[in-house]
């Protein structure tokens, strides 16, 4: 939570200045798309880049934008895991991390892809594993396109809300935070589901 804070404290309105001025220069919607469609196979700050899109380009076009730009990445990554399966999943996001969403899967189906949309590295193990089983695109595209609309929705209600008050610092502390703060929500609920089901097993012996 302290990353994009610090900087803005050290460097002050002259990296602010900076960053702002990069934003309105380079930053495009076709740019946008690009970069949130290669998330699965780059360690990309998806949350932090919605969030520029609505700094950008307003909270509608932007969330528009992301919304196409997350889903696109989102359907990549799990046609390449239905087509090649578990060496190219473990690749391209690690045997521990599939193992985590594993977990999760076993306990919660489908709705993994919904819970874990906007955790950090688990979004992308989750697409890769139901793409591993054969998970149907019906079933995997509803959760997806729901958790990518409310994520892209909020992320650029966040960079809309920050142009306008010029709180650049607080919408990048924002966007690095609430992923974390979703890890933190995802992994109680997971560990409320183990000891409620170690209960039952208990009260059954």
């Known amino acids: 939570m302290l ?11 002259a990296l602010e200045a900076w960053v702002q001025r990069t934003i309105e220069e380079q930053v495009s919607g076709w740019l946008i798309i690009l970069i949130l469609s290669i998330d699965i196979l780059l360690p990309i700050p998806s949350s932090v880049v919605c969030t520029m899109a609505g700094w950008k380009l307003g909270p509608l076009a932007g969330s528009l934008v ?3 730009g997350m889903t696109a990445g989102a359907v990549l990554g799990f ?7 578990a060496p190219l999943a473990r ?7 599939l193992q985590r969403a594993r977990q999760i899967n076993d306990r919660f189906g489908p709705g993994v892809i919904l819970i874990t949309r906007g955790v950090p590295v688990l979004a992308e193990a989750s ?24 994520l892209s929705a909020g992320y650029s209600l966040i960079g809309y ?17 609430i992923p974390v703060i979703l890890a933190l929500l995802v992994r109680q609920l997971y560990q409320r589901k183990v000891h409620r089901q170690g209960d039952s097993h208990d009260g059954l012996e």
């Open 91 to 97: 690749r391209l996001s690690g045997e521990q991390d």
């Open 127 to 150: 697409v890769l594993l139901v793409g591993i089983h054969q998970l149907s695109w019906r079933r995997f595209l509803l959760p997806l396109l729901a958790a990518n609309a409310l």
């Open 66 to 68: 992301s919304l196409v």
């Open 3 to 13: 990353v994009p804070i610090v900087p803005f404290v050290v460097f002050g309105d």
């Open 161 to 177: 809300y920050a142009r306008e008050t010029r709180g650049l610092s607080l919408a990048l502390a924002a966007s690095i935070a």
């Open 79 to 85: 046609a390449l895991a239905r087509r090649w399966g």
